[in-house]
């Protein structure tokens, strides 16, 4: 695959970003793409593996290597076609996804891995430039209805296949525009919304019909659900996670997906009643995750005095941790761009209190260092260390906790059981709960997790929904084997 000898010849080189000066003025995407040439040497980087490992490492089994060398011979259109024969939506994980992928790459044991995500994105948008990625509605349709509740990449993957079954399929999303949390939950300056919308239209032209503003279960009964032949809930992780710590209630402390809905909706000129702003104030973010960095990133485009981030654990090794070797998702340190336009980062650190003024505003954080003690056969200790309590002076704390599990309202209402941890109950490669009609994909079975699992949890439930429906599949899976034994 590639050039035989490219990885040897060729260095990976990654996309550039527009200086901090430039790209904190506004909400805009600001790559600076590689020219074709270049792109074309990265997919020549792709060696002759034997074992590509990057499909393990891949939750859609993308067929990278295959993609990789169309790339390295100039056949973008085929390349094109090898990529949305396993993913429905590149230009989301070509601009979202940590990757797994390159971090599986065998090319990584000895050097920089191949940049997969980023030859991934450019193949996507050279095809949607070219116009080679066209609706693709059904010949036939088959008479069953699908109700899918949720439009993020879960929602949207299961509407495609199921609607290329010949299903039809209606998607529900309680927000006033699809996409979930890609629409609202993803800075603009990430993925902007023109990005969706134009895939949203292809869906549409495809025969999906979309209903916004819907809320099942709260403004939509859950009763006129039983109209549709089968439903695939993929509502998402949506609990966010808070603190047990004394003055939690202060005015100023904001959960970050509040704080990151609001300012997207703004940037679109939605109304907004009492805006979040960061401008001028000492922020802490807590949580040293994408939400968090997100939270950064957007906190310096409000103009914030000072931007501090806290995280609970140890700052990860500079390198791949021995505890996490190859092929597996390394535990080492990232810096995203927000991290390079602005901030302090403390690792170790816990939130003792929040402080408030006698109007109930927040104007301070109260923290002490920890340590975690670890014992074989107990889960680990935080220790705080005495001596090392210290008081942050905070108007605005960002709560980047992640998120619990999903919410309970369809589950209750629906009667669908919940596992331990919360989550809607349905077998991996099933995905069917206890109500025979209804399955459940995405951080709505899983629990909060990545782009590209919820895409691929998509895929798969709509194959188990067509078996459903219609006894047979010719939908594609990843374990095809074990779908012929469930028929």
């Not at 509740?149 to 927000?175: C, I, K, M, W, Y």
């Not at 949890?457 to 594609?476: H, T, Y």
């Amino acid at each position: 695959m590639g050039k035989v000898t490219g990885f040897k010849e060729f260095e990976r080189q990654d996309e550039k970003y527009t200086s901090v000066k430039d790209r904190v003025k506004d909400y805009k995407e600001f790559t600076v793409p590689l020219s074709e040439k270049e792109i074309t040497k990265q997919g020549s980087r792709c060696m002759d593996c034997g074992i590509p490992f990057c499909h393990s490492g891949c939750p859609l089994g993308n067929l990278i290597p295959d993609f990789n060398h169309m790339v390295h011979q100039g056949e973008w259109q085929k390349a094109s076609w090898i990529l949305h024969s396993t993913n429905n939506f590149p230009e989301f994980t070509g601009r979202l996804c940590p990757a797994p992928c390159e971090q599986a790459c065998v090319l990584g044991i000895i050097e920089d891995p191949v940049s997969i995500e980023n030859i991934e994105k450019n193949i996507v948008e050279r095809a949607f430039k070219e116009g080679w990625i066209k609706s693709q509605p059904p010949k036939n349709r088959t008479g069953k209805t699908v109700a899918v509740v949720g439009s993020g990449p879960a929602g949207l993957a299961t509407a495609q296949q199921l609607n290329r079954a010949g299903h039809t399929v209606t998607v529900f999303e309680r927000d006033d525009e699809v996409g979930g949390l890609l629409r609202y939950g993803i800075p603009n300056f990430k993925l902007e919304k023109g990005i969706i919308d134009r895939r949203v239209s292809i869906l549409e032209a495809e025969g999906i019909i979309f209903k916004t503003n819907v809320n099942v279960g709260i403004n939509y009964d859950v009763k006129d659900l039983k109209a549709f032949d089968s439903i695939v809930l993929c509502g998402g992780a949506t609990e966010k996670r808070s603190l047990p710590t004394p003055g939690i209630d202060a005015d100023g402390v904001v959960q970050a997906m509040e704080f990151l809905t609001q300012q997207t909706k703004v940037v679109f000129d939605k109304e907004v009643k009492e805006q979040v702003l960061a401008t001028d104030k000492n922020v802490i973010v807590i949580g040293g995750g994408d939400t968090g960095s997100d939270c950064i990133g957007t906190s310096n485009r409000h103009g914030a005095k000072s931007v501090v981030n806290f995280e609970i654990m140890p700052k990860p090794p500079g390198h791949r941790s021995p505890t996490t070797p190859w092929p597996f998702w390394p535990l080492k340190l990232k810096t995203s761009s927000s991290h390079k336009e602005g901030v302090e980062r403390n690792w170790l650190i816990n939130t003792k209190e929040f402080v408030k003024d006698e109007n109930g505003k927040l104007i301070a954080l109260k923290t002490v260092n920890v340590e975690w003690k670890m014992v074989p056969g107990e889960r680990p200790k935080l220790i705080e260390i005495a001596g090392t309590e210290k008081t942050w002076p905070c108007e605005l704390a960002l709560l980047a906790l992640g998120f619990t599990g999903p919410e309970d309202t369809l589950a209750n209402k629906l009667g669908i059981d919940r596992d331990i941890r919360s989550n809607y109950k349905a077998e991996y490669g099933k995905y069917q709960t206890n109500v025979k009609n209804i399955f459940t994909a995405g951080d709505m079975r899983r629990g909060q997790s990545l782009i590209v699992w919820a895409i691929s949890e998509g895929r798969e439930a709509a194959r188990q929904v067509d078996l459903f429906l219609m006894g047979k599949s010719e939908l594609p899976s990843k374990d095809i084997a074990g779908d012929l034994v469930a028929m």
